[in-house]
């Protein structure tokens, strides 16, 4: 039939059905379709838009999630960085979505990640502040993750680097990546130790192995590249790479550190984390070039991954989304291991460990072949959680309707849609009594930890949270403190949430 043969040409592209249920579907459907063109004359249109929309609905595109590591606002080229040089992540978002008001679930690394894999609040799983090792605290298996979500689809799962939702890779009682629906896992769980060359606190699935040799990030992109090649059949893939870059300690392939030596000031030397005493004669600022060396090299190897896609003819079937977990590290260091990192924020107030907007905004790309627009932008307001609910719905997940799921289906915006008028909440127990957070429209409002209003600001006139307004918009103040108090009280009712004694209350 001709005619049917032109229409399967203009299809949209990519995302074509992967298994022969998958394909015969389609084709049984395709025929009805055009026996009833044939029959009754309808145009040809209609049969475009039956087509099209048959495709939609039976496509499961794989996915790629990268989730690096204290990555900050403004530390690409794409998102304004003077200097840095990220040309892999800045084609990603030539060639897809950039999202510029985007927030990260929580100011630090472990609730983030809950809040990401579960689309819900991480005060509801528990996971309150980052999980130190031997603390007992753990994601539990009460929670459903994306992983599980769309293994249940009919996914591969595969979750390489970082994992920090357990305080023990190698436990049997603390559920590991490989129990919360990832079929393989390698990688570490807080930090790299002692920094990301040669790291020796790496696992696969719960075994420690020997001393990796390398930098994780080139040990993460190996690891990528050689399980997508091993797969070796046709269910899609959900590939959820979380890097260790630029969290530090860190250090680079000399190469990558003379790419910036202008902007380092004497001999370039790792200082290792995991010691039992601080490295004191090692803390030395020497500037932000081994800092921008360590986001390039994360950039060079990231793009390894992405022209394997290429290459193999995966991209155009494939979802990419990349993003920070948290705000980052700037050069108002709090801690010692922190010294030598120099995120951007571009220029919002804060950091990592705080809810104001420079530990929450993070840069977040997502490129979706045959829906997102190249070189595009959306302003609309997203959440980390949002991810949860839009990767499930791509993929043909059932999002999970026996809990509370905090965050919504963004696909809209995918398409340059708007999204709907809402709250956003943040609760961290970190180095702040600035406890928690609510953007609502123009406003946000930060409560101390007894709950109580302490500042309030309109981001719209004031983006850069300059000047409280908790007393000149009382009115307002109170409008936002409501909306609080409820979010508080749904996570203290929330009935998975675990009680007093199992939640991480500890500070990085």
Not at 48 to 63: H, K, S, Y
Request: charged share 25%; net charge negative; with cysteine.
């Amino acid at each position: 039939m001709p005619v049917l043969d032109d229409l399967q040409q203009l299809r949209r592209p990519g995302f074509g059905p992967k298994t022969s249920t998958r394909r015969s579907g389609i084709s049984r459907i395709s025929i009805w379709v055009s026996a009833l063109f044939e029959r009754s004359g309808h145009c040809a249109f209609l049969l475009i838009v039956l087509l099209t929309g048959c495709a939609r609905a039976d496509e499961q595109p794989n996915i790629l999630l990268i989730y690096v590591d204290d990555l900050g606002l403004g530390d690409l080229g794409s998102y304004g960085h003077p200097v840095l040089q990220t040309p892999n992540i800045d084609a990603l978002a030539a060639g897809g979505l950039k999202l510029t008001n985007y927030y990260a679930p929580s100011a630090l690394c472990s609730p983030s990640r809950a809040g990401l894999l579960t689309g819900r609040l991480p005060y509801r799983t528990g996971i309150k502040s980052w999980i130190p090792e031997d603390s007992g605290v753990y994601l539990r298996d009460a929670e459903i993750t994306l992983a599980e979500v769309l293994k249940d689809a009919g996914y591969d799962t595969a979750h390489i680097g970082k994992w920090h939702l357990n305080s023990d890779l190698a436990s049997t009682t603390q559920p590991q990546p490989t129990d919360q629906g990832f079929d393989y896992y390698y990688g570490h769980n807080a930090f790299q130790l002692p920094t990301n060359r040669n790291p020796t606190n790496i696992y696969r699935g719960r075994t420690l192995l020997p001393m990796q040799e390398g930098y994780t990030a080139d040990l993460y992109a190996d690891e990528a590249i050689q399980w997508l090649e091993e797969r070796g059949d046709d269910a899609p893939f959900f590939l959820y790479l979380s890097m260790a870059e630029p969290h530090t300690s860190i250090e680079n392939p000399p190469e990558y550190n003379a790419m910036y030596a202008e902007f380092t000031a004497g001999e370039v030397v790792g200082i290792p984390n995991g010691l039992k005493e601080p490295p004191k004669d090692m803390l030395i600022p020497r500037g932000p070039g081994e800092y921008y060396a360590n986001i390039t090299y994360m950039d060079a190897q990231l793009g390894r991954v992405i022209d394997w896609l290429d290459e193999n003819d995966v991209a155009k079937d494939t979802v990419i989304v990349f993003s920070s977990d948290n705000g980052p590290v700037t050069s108002d260091w709090i801690n010692w291991w922190e010294v030598n990192a120099y995120g951007s924020t571009n220029g919002y107030r804060g950091r990592k460990h705080f809810l104001y907007e420079g530990g929450l905004r993070v840069p977040t790309v997502i490129r979706y072949p045959g829906v997102t627009t190249a070189a595009s932008e959306s302003g609309e307001m997203v959440v980390g959680m949002d991810l949860f609910v839009t990767l499930a719905n791509i993929g043909g997940g059932k999002v999970p309707d026996d809990r509370a799921i905090d965050g919504i289906d963004v696909q809209t915006i995918l398409e340059g849609g708007s999204l709907p008028n809402r709250s956003i909440f943040w609760a961290l127990d970190s180095k702040s009594e600035l406890e928690f957070a609510i953007r609502d429209g123009d406003w946000k409002l930060l409560l101390d930890r007894t709950q109580a209003p302490r500042e309030l600001y309109n981001l719209i006139d004031d983006p850069l949270e300059f000047f409280n307004l908790l007393e000149a918009e009382a009115e307002v103040t109170e409008r936002l403190n409501k909306k609080a108090q409820v979010y508080l009280a749904d996570i203290a009712n929330d009935p998975l949430r675990p009680r007093l004694g199992a939640e991480s209350t500890y500070e990085e």
